[in-house]
Structure formats: structure tokens, C-alpha cells
């Protein structure tokens, strides 16, 4: 079959490699008939995430059609259409049971080398390097899923593939990102990245009970989806001196009640102390750059909420850990556990409470995943979403 | 408006993704640290064992530098380079290089430690003689001193150090009274117990149920190095019963320990064990089970005269609140010499205690799913992409 494999750092290309098989009993191969490029994709793509090796398959949100389940699997057979859930998760430990399915305890095989690197593991998670198990990617032709009848939700034929895709990630992670804010009538609440996991925290804050939405970028395409599609209100940071200045103005002096930080580990800003952090990223002295983060901090409100949901692998310096103490600050984050989310969301979408085909600007062909990537992390041609087909 | 409480969304879960389960209303025994009592690790780690570890090094690298460059390390202290300074250089390099090994191998390292002590002795000697020769630079040699004097205090500190740690339970080096941990009579974790009672008080919680119950105690004697032993420690969301009784038919251990061929149950408490060892060989011994309490502990050790030493203790406790149950191995092994010793560091790997915590992440998969959890890494033996493979899977399931 084909898949997109990462071959090092800003190196993807689509090669042919076997056929995925069925190896333990509760799992299925899928037919993919659509699939995603990931913001956290992108981490990989240029080479921020360890423990990836050269011929990993990339791409953790993906759906299509059963072609083969194995003898553990009841509930699905060849043909159901489903769509898959990024976090594998067996259902049966004790995580799975309390609904924290991207902290299962089971499904990580190199939990060892998390371990030593977090201290504990999480959960396994598709085309995501070794650190977190290992599996083959979703940006194929064929894909295995483990725990097939716990995972993938099966979807109503009259919904189209655009439609639900995002189930498998990006919907749920930035509903997940506002629903740690626990927003109550009249919050306001400001959003860090207007990718599309930032416009979708936009809508899920809205969603549930937002005021106002403030959504913070510097890309001009992005800013406008988030005002137009979306309905924030945005800031773009390299037309101010300081977002959190620009917030107090914008919330009567008292910071937002709530803070996502849909950015993650490759936050971009200004000044020395930016400079600062991406030479220490390139010198592997810390790992992440955590420009909005510290931003999110220095703006919430006292006692606020600060959400994470943007991407964080290793360690970062500077981390203002006085404000949060001092401030009562509350911070709120986690891989989402997507498994919980996607059948209540799935029915928002039924009822046209949200439609999260709004993000989608560029659909193309699995064999053109490389110029795929390429745009998506230049920010070229207004790239916001690109959805692969088979 | 709704709220994330209305929204039906998410179940609530603003506490970070977990709701408590309901408390079981079982009856429990007590955990492995009670409630009011102090941890005390068996592996107890004193001060000595960093500067021990750092003058091994020290020794081993000024040896090397004697034995590479010995004219270079004489300018150094001030010596004119001669073909005797030469030759002293190297033979006291030797003896760097001899005594760093030593203590770096951890093996009678008091002993390693007092050899550089006299070795200091005999240098300040040699280096006292030539600051009153007037060939050689007498501010350098008289720095040597002082840099030999301070080396000469941290050894001798060291050396009483480690000495007073003798009777460790790890490193099994003789005690004050010259027996080794195990040695005929004298139950380590008893005697452990009895002191950490005298000196933190009642209840500490390795004495009472005595760390390994089988002990190697019997034929300790056997073994030359001592004993080594790590304890690991998981969670299982399955009932105490369950995990005993699947457990306690040693035949099911292959299931989830790597290494572990096959194991077959003789009767009489007795069973035989086969395990994987380095160039498709195998190592086998007989084991024993010593003690056996339903739903609470099995103890094992290798019969004496087997090619591995080893002993181990599994527990079994309902962890708190209905959370499962939690299973605590404890593993005792003697690593025997040469060829055999080449075969058991293979078997737990150079780090013993993480190939038992992966096995005991095997044993939580075995027992929750039925099968070992495959990713298309992990399938195969050594590094490699993560992608589909036509080749069949080396792991066990």
C-alpha cells in the first residue's frame, strides 16, 4: 500500500510499504477513505518531537471503511464506516474506565521510554513516533486499529467524510480545551493560535456559554477565519507591544476569565526573550518554546484558568510559576480523550451546532502529501486545513 | 446558553479526566505501607557511595593519564622526566588503573578504597623525596602534596564510609562479624527490621512481613558475589482472587515474562524453569515455592545447586477504593560468575529492575485484555519504522 512515511526533519514521502495485518485480536484494518495533516504533525515534520524513525508512517486522524476485524471485534463488520479516534485505548484499565482514555495504561508498548522521559507513560497514539508505541500512521491506504470495538465510532450514512473527520482529533482537543475552562455566563475567554485547533476552541467557547472570544495570532488568513467563521474578536501580535496589555484593555483592566493555549511548542513572538527561546530549542536545551503559554499566564485573570491544549513535549525555562501561584491561577490540560467526546459532538453536528468542515481549505490526493505538508507549515496559499483522500 | 455541566458533553469531567470510582466495600488487608508508618528502602543509599563511585573514576583516569603520558603527568607535579620517573609513573599508573577497577566494581570496594589510602601514603612519600631534589620545580611538586594530602583525606573518609555500610543488604559484602547478608542463620530483613524498629520505632513496614520470605539464607554460602535484588510494583484492574490464582500456576509466567521459555509444574511444590539465554541457548534450574497464602503471597526460590540463584516474592494487595489490585514483586538474584553471570545479565538485562517492570506491564496486559498489546514497533526485535511488516511477529502475545 502507500503511506506517508517520515523519512527526517522536513522530509515526508509517500512509499509504498506492506500491508497492515491483524496482530492482536481486538483489532481491524481500515480502508482509508479520508485523512488529515495535523498541527501536531507539523512538530514532527520539522523535527521537535523525539524518538521518531526514519519510515515511521505519519497521521493520526483518519476514517474509512472495516475491511478485515479480528476475532476480539463484535461490534464491527467489513463495511461499517467509522472514524477513528487518535488515542489508542483498550477500554479496560482503570484510565479507560474513569474516561481517560489518552492516559490508557495498556496501549503504549514503548511505555518504557516514556517513562523515562515524563515519568510516567501515556497512551499509545497512531503515526506519533515511538514514544508513543510505535504504531503505523493513518496517511495511508490501510491502516490497523487496535481495540477496534472500543475506539472508532461508526457514522450515520447521510453524513459526508468531511463532516465527521475531525472527530479524530482536532474538534474534540479544542472542545476538550474549552470545557477545562468550566465557562460560566459572561466569561471571556482568549484563544492562543487561530489554526484549526484554535478555531475550533473559538466555536467550543461559544458553545458553552462564552461572552466574548479573543483569539490571538499573526497570521492575517487566520485571524479573518477566526473573526468571520468563528466570531472572535482577534489580535494579531506583531501589531501590538504586549497581548497581555491589549487583553486588560479589552476585559475592563481584569484579564480574561480563561486562557487556551492552542499553540504549543513552537510558539512564535517577538523580542530577545523569543530569540532567546529558539536558540535554546535549537541547541536541544529545552525542548519546547512556550511563548504563548507564558503570554496565557501573564494575561488570565486572577484565579482564571489557563487550558492547554497546543502540544508540549519536554521541558521549557522561564516558566512564570509565580503568577500562577500567587494569582490562584488553575491550569487545566491533557491529550484529549477523544473517545468520550466524539459521540455528543457527533450529534452537535447532526443538530448544526457546529460544522467543522468550515476549517478545510485545501483537499488533495495521499500521493501529494509532501507539497501537503510543505504549504501547511509555511502558511502558504491561506493553508488552514487539508484534508487527504485516498 | 449552556454550560460544559448542560451540555451533556464530556460527562462532566472538569476535574481533568477523572471521576472517582466507587469504594469497593470488600474487606481489604492491610496495604504495603500501612497508614502511619515510615518507607524505609531495603537499598539504602548512605553517603560514600557518589564519592566512592567518583574517586574510582579518578583513580582510573589519572591511571590511564600515568600510563599514556607519563612525562607529561611528571612535568605536571614538577619532576624532571627521566627513565625512572618513567618507569615509577607507569607502575604506580598500574596501580591507579588496578584499584579504580576495583572500586568502580563494586565488589570489596572498602578494600579497593584502603588500597588507594596506602597508595596515597606511598606517594606523598615519593613526592616529599623529590621536593628536596633540587632538579625538579619545588612549587609544583609541593602543589602535588597538597593535591595528594586532600585526595589521601577523601579516601580515607570514603573508606571508612563504605566500611561502615558493610552488611549491606545489595552489595552483600561481609558484615562487621565477617558474615555475608544470608549467611547461615541471620535473616537480613529480621535483622533489618530489628534495627530500623530501634532506631524510627514500631512498625516499619519491610520487617514485618520480611522483605523475600524464602530467602537465599539456606545456601548463601554458594553464592560468591552476594545477592542483588529489585523490587517492582503495578496496578491490575482485576480482582485479588484472579491474579493469585493465575499467578500461582507458574506454567502461565511465559505468558508474560520475555525471557522465560517455559516453566513446568513438577508437584510438591516444586517446578522446573527454562529460560532464553544469549545465542539461542537456553538456562535452566528447579525451583521451590516456600510459602503460598492464598490471595495474599507465593514466595519462590531456585534450589540450591541450580545454574541461576534466584528467589523472588510476589504479593498481592486490593488497591484503595476498588481500584484493583496492586502487585508487588520482589526479586532477589545471584549473579554467579563467568559464563553463567554473561547468561543471567542478559536475563535481566543490564537493569534488572526494568525488565522486571516491563514484565509486570506484560502481566497487567495478560490479565486486563487476554494478549500482550502489539504496535508495529514493537513487534519485532531491535530499532525500526513504525510501518506494517511481511515478516512474522518475533514478540510474545
Known amino acids: 500500500m502507500k503511506a506517508n512515511c517520515w523519512m527526517g526533519k522536513n522530509n515526508v514521502q509517500v512509499r509504498n510499504v506492506p500491508d497492515p495485518k491483524i496482530l492482536n485480536q481486538r483489532d481491524a484494518i481500515i480502508r482509508i477513505t479520508s485523512t488529515a495533516i495535523c498541527g501536531s504533525d507539523l512538530h514532527l515534520y520539522n523535527g521537535f518531537t523525539p524518538t521518531m524513525e526514519k519510515g515511521d508512517i505519519l497521521g493520526h486522524e483518519f476514517m474509512g471503511e472495516v475491511v478485515e476485524v479480528g476475532r476480539g471485534v463484535n461490534n464491527l463488520k467489513v463495511g461499517d464506516r467509522v472514524v477513528v479516534p487518535f488515542p489508542i485505548a483498550c477500554g479496560n484499565c482503570g484510565a479507560c474506565e474513569a474516561g481517560a482514555t489518552s492516559l490508557c495504561e495498556n496501549s503504549n508498548p514503548n511505555a518504557w521510554i516514556a517513562e523515562n522521559m515524563m515519568g510516567h507513560a501515556p497512551c499509545g497514539i497512531f503515526g506519533y513516533g515511538h514514544m508513543t508505541g510505535g504504531f503505523a500512521g493513518g496517511q495511508a491506504e490501510y491502516a490497523r486499529v487496535p481495540f477496534a470495538d472500543f475506539g472508532p465510532l461508526k457514522v450515520p450514512e447521510e453524513m459526508t467524510d468531511e463532516q465527521v473527520l475531525f472527530l479524530t482529533d482536532i474538534l474534540p482537543t479544542a472542545y476538550m480545551g474549552a470545557e477545562m475552562c468550566n465557562i460560566t455566563p459572561g466569561d471571556t475567554i482568549a484563544v492562543w493560535g487561530c489554526g484549526p485547533v484554535g478555531q475550533f476552541a473559538i466555536a467550543s467557547a461559544y458553545l458553552l456559554g462564552a461572552e466574548k472570544v479573543i483569539a490571538i495570532d499573526n497570521v492575517p488568513y487566520r485571524l479573518q477565519m477566526a473573526r468571520e467563521k468563528a466570531g472572535a474578536i482577534t489580535i494579531n501580535f506583531d501589531e501590538v507591544d504586549s497581548v ?35 536558540l535554546k530549542q535549537m541547541a536541544r536545551i529545552q525542548v519546547d518554546r512556550p511563548i504563548a503559554l507564558r503570554e496565557a499566564i501573564m494575561s488570565c485573570r486572577n484565579g482564571g484558568t489557563v487550558s492547554i491544549v497546543g502540544v508540549y513535549a519536554g521541558l521549557i525555562d522561564k516558566f512564570p510559576i509565580g503568577s500562577v501561584m500567587n494569582r490562584s491561577l488553575r491550569i487545566m490540560t491533557g491529550q484529549c480523550h477523544v473517545h468520550r467526546y466524539m459521540k455528543p459532538l457527533l450529534e452537535r453536528i447532526q443538530k448544526g451546532e457546529i460544522d467543522p468542515t468550515f476549517v478545510i481549505t485545501h483537499r488533495m490526493k495521499l500521493d501529494d502529501a509532501a507539497e501537503g505538508y510543505r504549504i501547511f507549515n509555511k502558511k502558504l496559499d491561506n493553508c488552514e486545513k487539508i484534508v487527504l483522500k485516498a | 446558553m449552556e454550560t460544559s455541566q448542560q451540555s451533556g458533553v464530556g460527562t462532566g469531567l472538569t476535574d481533568g479526566g477523572f471521576t472517582k470510582r466507587k469504594a469497593s466495600a470488600v474487606p481489604r488487608a492491610l496495604p504495603f505501607v500501612p497508614a502511619g508508618e515510615h518507607y524505609r528502602p531495603l537499598n539504602v543509599r548512605r553517603g560514600g557511595d557518589g564519592l566512592a563511585n567518583f574517586l574510582g573514576w579518578f583513580s582510573l583516569g589519572l591511571g590511564i593519564s600515568q600510563l599514556v603520558a607519563p612525562d607529561g603527568v611528571a612535568r605536571l607535579i614538577g619532576l624532571r622526566p627521566t627513565e625512572r620517573t618513567r618507569s615509577t609513573m607507569r607502575g604506580i599508573g598500574m596501580r591507579e588503573v588496578a584499584s579504580g577497577v576495583g572500586i568502580l566494581s563494586q565488589k570489596r570496594q572498602a578494600d579497593w578504597l584502603w588500597a588507594r589510602v596506602a597508595g596515597d601514603t606511598m606517594d606523598l612519600g615519593l613526592l616529599g623525596r623529590s621536593a628536596t631534589n633540587d632538579r625538579n620545580e619545588r612549587e609544583r611538586t609541593t602543589a602535588a602534596i597538597f593535591a595528594v594530602a586532600g585526595v589521601f583525606a577523601l579516601d580515607l573518609f570514603a573508606a571508612t564510609q563504605v566500611g561502615k555500610r558493610s552488611g549491606s543488604l545489595v552489595q552483600g559484602q561481609p558484615d562487621d562479624n565477617g558474615r555475608r547478608p544470608g549467611a547461615g542463620g541471620g535473616d537480613n530483613f529480621e535483622e533489618y527490621a530489628k534495627n530500623s524498629r530501634a532506631n524510627g520505632g514500631p512498625g516499619n513496614y519491610r520487617g514485618e512481613e520480611g522483605g523475600i520470605n524464602t530467602g537465599l539464607r539456606n545456601d548463601a554460602g554458594k553464592t560468591k558475589s552476594g545477592l542483588r535484588m529489585t523490587t517492582n510494583t503495578i496496578t491490575v484492574n482485576k480482582g485479588v482472587e484472579e491474579i493469585y490464582d493465575f499467578w500461582r500456576n507458574f506454567e502461565n509466567l511465559p505468558r508474560f515474562m520475555r525471557h522465560l521459555q517455559s516453566v513446568k509444574v513438577l508437584g510438591n511444590g516444586r517446578s522446573k524453569w527454562v529460560a532464553n539465554a544469549p545465542a539461542g541457548t537456553t538456562v535452566e534450574w528447579e525451583a521451590e515455592t516456600t510459602e503460598d497464602r492464598p490471595s495474599e503471597l507465593i514466595s519462590w526460590r531456585s534450589l540450591p545447586g541450580s545454574q541461576v540463584h534466584n528467589a523472588g516474592t510476589v504479593r498481592f494487595r486490593s488497591a484503595p477504593g476498588g481500584r484493583g489490585t496492586e502487585v508487588r514483586v520482589d526479586l532477589e538474584y545471584a549473579p554467579p560468575a563467568g559464563k553463567l553471570g554473561a547468561m543471567v545479565a542478559m536475563l535481566f538485562r543490564e537493569e534488572p529492575g526494568q525488565q522486571v517492570h516491563d514484565d509486570l506491564r506484560n502481566f497487567k496486559q495478560v490479565m486486563e485484555l487476554g494478549e500482550i498489546v502489539l504496535s508495529d514497533a514493537s513487534a519485532h526485535k531491535g530499532m525500526h519504522p513504525a510501518q506494517p511488516s511481511n515478516k512474522p511477529v518475533e514478540m510474545k502475545l
Do not use: N
Not at chain 1, 486588560?248 to 530577545?272: F, Q, Y
Open chain 1, 244 to 278: 497581555p496589555t491589549v487583553l486588560k484593555e479589552l476585559t475592563g483592566g481584569r484579564g480574561p476569565d480563561a486562557c487556551i493555549d492552542c499553540v504549543g511548542m513552537e510558539g512564535t513572538g517577538h523580542g530577545v526573550q523569543f530569540a532567546h527561546d529558539r
